[in-house]
């Protein structure tokens, strides 16, 4: 009977370290790929436009499809940042619900 409980408890610690799927409603960015490529670093590179404004965003996994997709700002805190330091870090949500996480790199005009 223990061995049972213990079965049980590790079942559902398993699902709860799994997480919640994405809520569809959190993501309010409307994000536009124009261009995806990998670097000679090997990490994904990706030309956006969010709220109208042009961004450079790096992450790992493969390229990206061009198009509309949906997404939000994910809390990036960096010690001793400045005024005019800029930061972010996006979380794309992508139809199958699942996610990925980009690293602002760059901003053009």
Do not use: C
């Not at 995806?36 to 109208?52: A, E, H, M, T, Y």
């Not at 042009?54 to 790992?60: A, I, K, Q, T, V």
């Not at 940042?81 to 949500?93: N, R």
Request: proline share 3%.
């Amino acid at each position: 009977m223990k061995k049972m409980a213990l079965v049980v408890l590790l079942l559902f610690s398993a699902l709860a370290w799994a997480g919640a799927e994405p809520n569809p409603a959190d993501y309010n960015l409307n994000l536009h790929v124009s261009s995806s490529r990998l670097n000679d670093r090997g990490l994904v590179r990706l030309k956006v436009i969010i709220d109208g404004k042009n961004y450079e965003l790096e992450g790992s996994d493969a390229p990206l499809a061009l198009g509309d997709y949906k997404a939000k700002t994910v809390e990036f805190r960096v010690k001793g940042a400045h005024s005019y330091d800029v930061y972010g870090k996006y979380e794309i949500l992508f139809s199958d619900k699942k996610t990925r996480t980009y690293i602002l790199v760059g901003v053009m005009e």
